[in-house]
C-alpha cells in the first residue's frame, strides 16, 4: 500500500499543469490491484487509500481529455458502493473530494499550502469544517449557491451573463443510461417516444422520429420516466413531477429522503420507489400520500416494479435478492411471495398473455411465469450479461427481445422456445430500452451510447433491420468545426472514434461518417467491437467544401497516431488515402504522431505536423507526398500548429521551440521567423484578414499580422490551460475557451475584453459559424454540442470594455437552466442590453471647429439654387382641365341642343398679384426680430436647421424691405452668423448661409480687405458687421468675385 509521503509527493506533482501527463502515466492498472488481489480480507485503510486514488486518477484524466477505461469504472464501483465500508465518512475521501472541487475550478496552478491545512492531520477520523458529502460516480454536480462556488467564480453583484451570447438550444443528444417510455396519443392516433436527456425529456414522434417537444428543464438529472394517456412522470433526486403536454409541470410530489429510481403509474395514482427502499402511493391530481410501504434492504431490495394486466389494485415487486412480491394497494397486503431463481430481477415485463409476466435476472435468464398458478412456464438463457429490458410483439408473431449490457439483443420464438435471431452491435454500450410498437413490426430501443433507433421486422429470417436513427457521440467530442459557408453543418469529433456531422437546421439532414480503420473490409468481416486495426479517436481534423464533391475533403489526425487519415463528406465515410510518413523520416523508430493538420482553401492539399517537428505536404486527390518544410524538420520541437494563407501564398508553423516560421508555399523555403515568450499551445488563422491568433502555456494570446509579421494585440486574462479559438466572420472577434471554464470575447480593433462568462463545465472546443449567427460549443464529459446564439445579430448590445476586475457570471448551458432563471435573465438583459447613448458635448474644445453633422444636400446646393429652378423649370405653362358641370347646360326649344361652354378670355383676368398673404411675419423672421434685443439666436439656428434649401431662399429673400422684411431683422441675421462663426459650431452652415446672404442682396462692390482701406467707407450700417465676417479668418476660402 502507498504511504503518506508519496501520497504527498504526487500532491506536489499536481501542482504544475505542464506535469498531469506523467501522472497519469503512473496511475495504471497495475498500482490498482494490489488493493484488490491482497491475501484475505482488504482492511478499511486499505479500500480507503484505493477510493482516493481511484478518484484522483479519474479526475486527472478528466482535465488532461482522456475517458476513463472500464476497468477503473469497475474498481470505483466496488470500492465507493460496497456498504460494508462507508468510505463517504472517511478523511481520505474528503481529502480527494476537497482536491477535485479545486481543480475543477482552474485553481491548479494556484494550489496552496492553505488548501491541505485542513487535511495535514491523516489519522483524524472527522476534519473539522467539512461535512460528509455524497458523491458517486458519474453524477454530473452544479453549484447551486454562492457558497459553493469556487471564490474565482463568484460574482459580486446579480449580472445578466453574456453581453453577446444567448444560450440557443443543444445538438447531438438523444437519451441516456434512463430507460424509455412509449406512448399513444388517442387524438393524433400516433405513438410517441419519451427520452431523458439529462434534466430535461424530449418527445419523439415514431412516425418520423422527428422531435415534437422538450419539457422544460428540471434542478437535477432525472433519473427515471414513466408515463400515462395524460402525464409524463419524471423523478428527480428525492422528488417526482409531473408534465402536461409534454413541456410544463402541473404537480409536484415530495415525500422522499433519498433518490427516486422506480416509477409506475397505476390508474389515478403513481407509484414511486426511492434508493432506501421506501415506496410511496402518491394520489395525481391531490398530489398527497395514499401509502407508504418500508421494506428491509437486506431481504428485500426492490429492483423492479409491473402491475399485472386485470389485476386491480395490485403490483409485483422485485427485489434484487431474486424474490418477488404480489401485494394489494388498496387494503396494504402482502397477497403472495414467490422465491425467485437464484438471482436478482433486474426486468419485469407483462406478456400478451393474462397472468404471465416475464422476469430477467442478473445471471442472463429470463424466466416466463404464470401469476395464477405460481409456475415456471418457459426459462431462457442470454450469455451477455444482466437482462437490461424485455418486450413482447403483438402483432401476432409470438417473439420475445431482451436487452444485454453489451449491446445485442436476443429474439426468442415463444413457441419453439428456442433463439430464433440475434441483433448484435445495436448498440455500443448497454441497452437500456426495448419496446415494440403495439400491433405494428417495430422495435424501438435506446442505449447508453445516446442513440435511438427504431427496427423493422419486414424479413422472413425473423431479424429485424434498421429503419430510422437518431445518434449522437457515444463519448464527449474533441474537436468541432462548421463545415461549409451556409453554416448549417457542424463537423464533430468524438472520444468514441467517430466522426459526424449535425445539422443545425433538423436532425434529419445529420450524418455520421463512421470510425476508423485501417482496413475498412477486414473491419467489416469482424465486426466494429471486435476490429482490432480500428484507428483511436481524433484529436483534431480540417476541411475544406472546394473539392469535396471530387474528392476527399477532411483530414484528421488521430491521438497518438502517426498516419494522418482522409475522410469523404459526400460519401459520409472513410477516405480512399492515409498519409503515412515514415518513408520520408530519417529515423523512423521514434515514437512520432501527427499533431495538427491544415487544408488549403483550394481544397488540393493538406499540410501535416508531427510531433518530431516534420511538416510534410500531400495532395488530396492523388495521396502523393508533396515535400516538406525546412532541410530536415520545421522545427526542433513538436508541431503545435500549422495554417496556410488564403492564396496559397504563406505557410506558418508554430514549434514547441517557441518559435513561429513562414514558409513560401510552392518552393518550402524559409522566409521569416519570429520567437515567443513561451511555448505555443494552438494557432488560428483568419485567411481573409490576415491575423493569426497564438495560444500559448502560460495562458496568454497573442495576434499576429501574417502580412506585416508583427506582434498586432497581446490578451492576458485566463487563468488555465486554453483549449480553442474561434473568429467571427469578419475577424473582428476572437473568442477563446479555457480550462478555467470561461469563454472569453476579445475585441481586435479596441484590443479589449468585451465579454466573458462562466460555464458549469469547461470547454473543450468552440467554433463560430461562416454567417456569424451561432456560437457552437463542447464541453468536458458532455456528450452534447450547445449552440449560443450571437445577440448582435437581432439586438442593440453596448460593447463596452470590461473592467480589469470584472467577475464574470455563471451562465448554464442551453436546454439545462431553469424556466424561472430563464424569465429573471430575460428582464435583466431588456434592461441592461440597451444601448447606453453617449450624449457628446456641442463644443469638445474651445479651439476647435464643429460641424453640424447636416446631410450635404440641406446646405451644399444653397448657392446653386437658380441653376436647379432654370433645369427644373417647366417649358409650358400647365393647361388647366376643363371642367365638366355635374347638369350640362341645355338651349331652350323643341329639339335639345348643350350649352357650349363660355371661354374666359384673357383681358378678363387680372395681372395684379395678391400680396395679402405674403405679409405674414414668418417665424423664422420672429426669432430675429426678437434677437436684437435678447442676443440669442440658437432657436433661429435651429429653425434653419430644420428647413430645406428652397425654404431657406424664401426666408432670405422676404428679410429685405421689397419682401416685406426691415433693414433691422437683416443686421439681426448678421449678427446670427457672426455667433455662429464667434462660436465655431456649425461651420459649413453658418458658411453657406453668408454666402447665399452675400449672392442675394449684392448690398458692396468691393469687398475683402485688400479693396477697402477703413471700414468706415461702407455707406450702410447694414455691412458694419458684414466686413468683419468676410475678412475674418475663417472665412478666407470664400471666393468672394464668383459671389459678387
Not at 428527480?236 to 408534465?243: C, R, T
Not at 491575423?691 to 506582434?711: G, P, Q, W, Y
Not at 461702407?1018 to 468683419?1028: H, K, M
Request: aromatic share 10%; with cysteine; glycine share 6%.
Amino acid at each position: 500500500m502507498i504511504i503518506k509521503d508519496e501520497i504527498v509527493d504526487y500532491l506536489e506533482v499536481c501542482v504544475s499543469p505542464n506535469a498531469l501527463w506523467d501522472v497519469v502515466q503512473e496511475f495504471d492498472d497495475d498500482s490498482f490491484k494490489e488493493f484488490i488481489q491482497s491475501e484475505g480480507e482488504p482492511s478499511a485503510d486499505t479500500y480507503h487509500t484505493a477510493a482516493y486514488f481511484l478518484i484522483l486518477f479519474l479526475m486527472l484524466r478528466k482535465i488532461v481529455g482522456f475517458a476513463p477505461g472500464d476497468s477503473h469504472m469497475h474498481l470505483v464501483k466496488y470500492l465507493l458502493e460496497d456498504q460494508k465500508y462507508n468510505i463517504y465518512r472517511t478523511p481520505i475521501f474528503h481529502f480527494a473530494y476537497y482536491i477535485i472541487k479545486v481543480l475543477q475550478w482552474g485553481s491548479v496552478g494556484r494550489f496552496t499550502a492553505l488548501h491541505l491545512q485542513p487535511f495535514s492531520d491523516w489519522a483524524l477520523p472527522v476534519i473539522d469544517g467539512v461535512q460528509p458529502v455524497v458523491w458517486r460516480p458519474g453524477a454530473v454536480e452544479r453549484p447551486e449557491s454562492h457558497s459553493q462556488v469556487h471564490p474565482s467564480a463568484r460574482r459580486m453583484s446579480r449580472s445578466k451573463g453574456s453581453n453577446i451570447f444567448s444560450g440557443y438550444r443543444a445538438l447531438a443528444l438523444y437519451c441516456n443510461q434512463v430507460p424509455h417510455v412509449v406512448r399513444f396519443h388517442q387524438r393524433h392516433r400516433e405513438f410517441y417516444l419519451v427520452t431523458a436527456v439529462g434534466a430535461a425529456f424530449h418527445t419523439y414522434n415514431v412516425k418520423k422520429l422527428g422531435i415534437v417537444a422538450v419539457s422544460n428543464a428540471l434542478p437535477e438529472d432525472i433519473t427515471c420516466l414513466a408515463a400515462d394517456r395524460m402525464l409524463v412522470f419524471a423523478a428527480h433526486g428525492n422528488s417526482v413531477k409531473a408534465f402536461a403536454r409534454n413541456k410544463e409541470i402541473v404537480h409536484s410530489y415530495k415525500g422522499h429522503n433519498s433518490e427516486v429510481h422506480l416509477l409506475l403509474p397505476f390508474g389515478d395514482h403513481v407509484i414511486s420507489v426511492d434508493r432506501d427502499n421506501k415506496l410511496i402511493v402518491w394520489d395525481v391530481q391531490s398530489e398527497e400520500e395514499y401509502l407508504q410501504l418500508n421494506f428491509d434492504k437486506i431481504t428485500f431490495a426492490i429492483s423492479a416494479l409491473l402491475h399485472p394486466s386485470t389485476y386491480i389494485n395490485k403490483i409485483l415487486l422485485g427485489s434484487q435478492q431474486g424474490s418477488l412480491q404480489l401485494w394489494n394497494i388498496k387494503s396494504n397486503k402482502l397477497l403472495y411471495t414467490f422465491q425467485g431463481w437464484g438471482s436478482g430481477v433486474s426486468a419485469l415485463q407483462q406478456a400478451p398473455a393474462v397472468d404471465v409476466v416475464a422476469v430477467g435476472l442478473l445471471s442472463g435468464q429470463i424466466i416466463i411465469h404464470n401469476l395464477k398458478y405460481d409456475e415456471m412456464l418457459m426459462k431462457f438463457q442470454q450469455d451477455w450479461g444482466p437482462i437490461t429490458a424485455i418486450s413482447f410483439r403483438t402483432d401476432g408473431y409470438p417473439v420475445m427481445a431482451a436487452g444485454s449490457p453489451v449491446g445485442h439483443i436476443g429474439l426468442w420464438d415463444l413457441e419453439e422456445k428456442k433463439l430464433i435471431a440475434q441483433m448484435r452491435e445495436t448498440h455500443t454500450t448497454a441497452v437500456t430500452g426495448v419496446t415494440f410498437v403495439h400491433g405494428e413490426p417495430l422495435l424501438i430501443t435506446t442505449g447508453e451510447d445516446n442513440a435511438i433507433r427504431v427496427w423493422i421486422f419486414d424479413a422472413p429470417e425473423g431479424g429485424g433491420r434498421l429503419l430510422r436513427c437518431r445518434m449522437g457521440h457515444s463519448a464527449p467530442p474533441t474537436k468541432l468545426k462548421y463545415h461549409g459557408s451556409d453554416g448549417q453543418n457542424i463537423l464533430s469529433s468524438g472520444r468514441d472514434g467517430t466522426l459526424q456531422s449535425f445539422s443545425t437546421i433538423h436532425e434529419r439532414f445529420n450524418k455520421s461518417l463512421g470510425h476508423g480503420s485501417i482496413n475498412k473490409k477486414k473491419s467489416k468481416k469482424k465486426g466494429l467491437r471486435y476490429d482490432t486495426r480500428k484507428l483511436p479517436p481524433i484529436t483534431t481534423f480540417a476541411s475544406e467544401t472546394a473539392r469535396q464533391s471530387y474528392w476527399d475533403g477532411i483530414v484528421a489526425c488521430h491521438q497518438g497516431y502517426l498516419i494522418s487519415t482522409t475522410w469523404n463528406y459526400q460519401k459520409t465515410s472513410m477516405g480512399a488515402h492515409k498519409f503515412d510518413p515514415r518513408p520520408f523520416l530519417n529515423d523512423c523508430t521514434l515514437d512520432v504522431y501527427s499533431m495538427a493538420v491544415d487544408i488549403t482553401s483550394c481544397g488540393n492539399f493538406a499540410v501535416v505536423g508531427l510531433s518530431s517537428g516534420h511538416v510534410d505536404v500531400y495532395n488530396l486527390q492523388s495521396g502523393i507526398h508533396r515535400g516538406q518544410y525546412g532541410k530536415e524538420k520545421a522545427h526542433e520541437g513538436q508541431i503545435r500548429g500549422v495554417a496556410v494563407d488564403g492564396l496559397n501564398q504563406l505557410t506558418i508553423t508554430a514549434g514547441g521551440d517557441k518559435m513561429i516560421k513562414f514558409w513560401k508555399f510552392k518552393s518550402k523555403e524559409l522566409i521569416y521567423t519570429t520567437t515567443l515568450d513561451a511555448s505555443p499551445t494552438s494557432i488560428l488563422l483568419h485567411r481573409n484578414s490576415g491575423m493569426l491568433a497564438v495560444a500559448m502555456d502560460d495562458f496568454r494570446i497573442v495576434v499576429l499580422d501574417s502580412e506585416t509579421r508583427k506582434f498586432v494585440r497581446r490578451f492576458t486574462g485566463h487563468q488555465n490551460q486554453i483549449n480553442d479559438m474561434t473568429f467571427n466572420p469578419d475577424g473582428r472577434w476572437l473568442i477563446s475557451a479555457s480550462m478555467d471554464c470561461t469563454i472569453r470575447t476579445w475585441d481586435l480593433p479596441s484590443g479589449c475584453l468585451i465579454d466573458c462568462f462562466l460555464v458549469d463545465s469547461a470547454a473543450v472546443s468552440i467554433t463560430m459559424s461562416p454567417t456569424g449567427d451561432f456560437l457552437a460549443s463542447a464541453h468536458v464529459d458532455d456528450l452534447g454540442i450547445y449552440l449560443w446564439s450571437n445577440k448582435t445579430l437581432y439586438n442593440v448590445i453596448s460593447l463596452r470594455p470590461l473592467p480589469a476586475d470584472y467577475q464574470p457570471s455563471f451562465v448554464m448551458l442551453p436546454g439545462v437552466c431553469q424556466q424561472q432563471e430563464l424569465e429573471a435573465s430575460d428582464i435583466e438583459e431588456e434592461v441592461e442590453d440597451q444601448m447606453i447613448e453617449y450624449d457628446s458635448a456641442e463644443q469638445l474644445g474651445e479651439q476647435l471647429v464643429t460641424l453640424s453633422l447636416l446631410p450635404e444636400s440641406r446646405w451644399k446646393n444653397l448657392l446653386n439654387l437658380d441653376i436647379i429652378k432654370k433645369r427644373n423649370r417647366p417649358k409650358e405653362p400647365p393647361k388647366v382641365p376643363k371642367s365638366v358641370p355635374f347638369f350640362i347646360p341645355t338651349i331652350p326649344g323643341l329639339v335639345t341642343h348643350f350649352a357650349a361652354e363660355q371661354q374666359q378670355t384673357t383681358e378678363d383676368q387680372s395681372k395684379v398679384v395678391n400680396l395679402g398673404v405674403l405679409t405674414q411675419k414668418t417665424e423664422l423672421y420672429l426669432q430675429l426680430e426678437s434677437a436684437l434685443n435678447t442676443n440669442s439666436y440658437d432657436h433661429a439656428v435651429k429653425l434653419m436647421k430644420e428647413m430645406g434649401p428652397s425654404n431657406i431662399d424664401i426666408e432670405l429673400r422676404g428679410l429685405a424691405p421689397d419682401g416685406g422684411g426691415s433693414l433691422e431683422v437683416m443686421l439681426s441675421f448678421l449678427q446670427m452668423i457672426g455667433n455662429m462663426l464667434h462660436s465655431k459650431r456649425d461651420f459649413e452652415l453658418a458658411q453657406a448661409y453668408l454666402a447665399l446672404y452675400l449672392k442675394s442682396y449684392k448690398l458692396v462692390t468691393v469687398l475683402g480687405a485688400k479693396h477697402v482701406e477703413n471700414r468706415f467707407q461702407f455707406q450702410s450700417y447694414r455691412c458694419e458687421y458684414l466686413y468683419w465676417a468676410i475678412n475674418s479668418s475663417v472665412y478666407k476660402n470664400i471666393d468672394i468675385d464668383s459671389v459678387i
